[in-house]
């Protein structure tokens, strides 16, 4: 038997967060294996043979049975999340070694090596429901997108949610300025530009900075830059893999990183000013953001010009209605005192957003549902 690569465990729960259990004795394959671990951020336990403790072979979260090693494995113990690896293409005895050792599949490297860096980063963060994700757009500039999101973000986050808040719009001014948080060291959108494939999510949730007990994805006070959809899609689907919220504030005008954006979201937001400009605008926004979100609601926000109402606002727009976010008198003025939106329970806007976390499901539901 091999001497771990890790360090020892106290228990189970340790040992199932640190990563899969390899068996083999084929110098080249472990070096692949070991490289698949790191790309993934585990740090797996290595074994010639089946460990001589039962419990290292029933507790690891996922173990990787090189070809070579697969002879040695017969007659352990049957159990899920067994995986052969090899590298022979024409071998016509794998499948038979593969029920054998009772494993779920056989793979052959390096062809699967991005499936297999996928399923052992699932392992390391703990791959379960992915984080409920909804997205906030003004139907017109000034509409208070950007307070709502930040306000929805800080509510999940009261109520015990693992929460991420995600600036997609670069000419905002930065929701870390919104929240405080300027100068709070951590990641900002330029750092993360570059991302490409798998982005490992409890990387990315502690490389970003933590304001008021949630983690922001904001911009730096420099030049603007261009996020490709590419890094788009990665980060948020890595904010996702975590579980939790996720808020996206968005822009009423999208490239294609908003439309990324867009396509990971459960539900959306489009908030619209009570009066008429207004809702004409938020029809064009509406009709772009609709043809990728299938669930989009209008939240629609006071005061109410003459003739206008909630209802109203919503059958124009042929969109569910979210909810009335009245006028709220003093939240320019926690602003200017540095308070963040939505940071008292009492206000119109934090009980807005209150009973919207205890509103919505974990699932949101079918399109059309005004849940």
Known sequence: MAGSITSDRTDTIERRRAGPLIVTEDAELLDDLLRLCAAAGAHPEVYHSVPERGAAWEAAPLVLVGDDAAARCRGTSRRRDVLLVGRDQDDPGVWRRAVEIGADCVLRLPEAEGWLVDRIADVVEGAGRQALTVGVIGGRGGAGASTLACALALAAARGGRRTVLVDGDPLGGGLDV??????????????????????????????????????????????????????????????????????????????????????????????????????????????????????????????????????????????????????????????DAGDPPGDSTRGPLGRFCTAFWERVPERVPAEGSTS
Not at 246 to 259: E, H, K, N, S
Not at 330 to 335: S, Y
């Open 178 to 335: 919104l929240l405080g948080g300027e100068r709070a060291e951590g990641l900002r959108w330029p750092d993360l530009a570059a991302a490409r494939g798998r982005v490992a999510g409890g990387a990315l949730e502690e490389s970003l900075p933590s304001l008021h007990g949630l983690r922001v994805l904001s911009w730096d006070r420099g030049e603007p830059v261009t996020i490709p959809p590419e890094a788009m899609r990665s980060v948020l689907a890595a904010a996702r893999r975590r579980g939790g919220a996720v808020v996206v504030d968005l822009p009423r005008t999208g490239d294609g990183a908003t439309a990324e954006a867009l396509a990971q979201l459960d539900l959306g937001l489009l908030v619209v000013p009570a009066e008429l400009r207004a809702v004409a605008g938020a029809r064009r926004v509406a009709a772009a953001a609709g043809a990728v979100l299938r669930d989009l609601r209008v939240v629609v926000r006071g005061p109410y010009a003459a003739g206008v109402d909630d209802r109203w606002i919503a059958d124009v727009l042929g969109l569910p209605l979210a909810g009335e976010l009245p006028l709220d008198p003093g939240l320019m003025a926690a602003l």
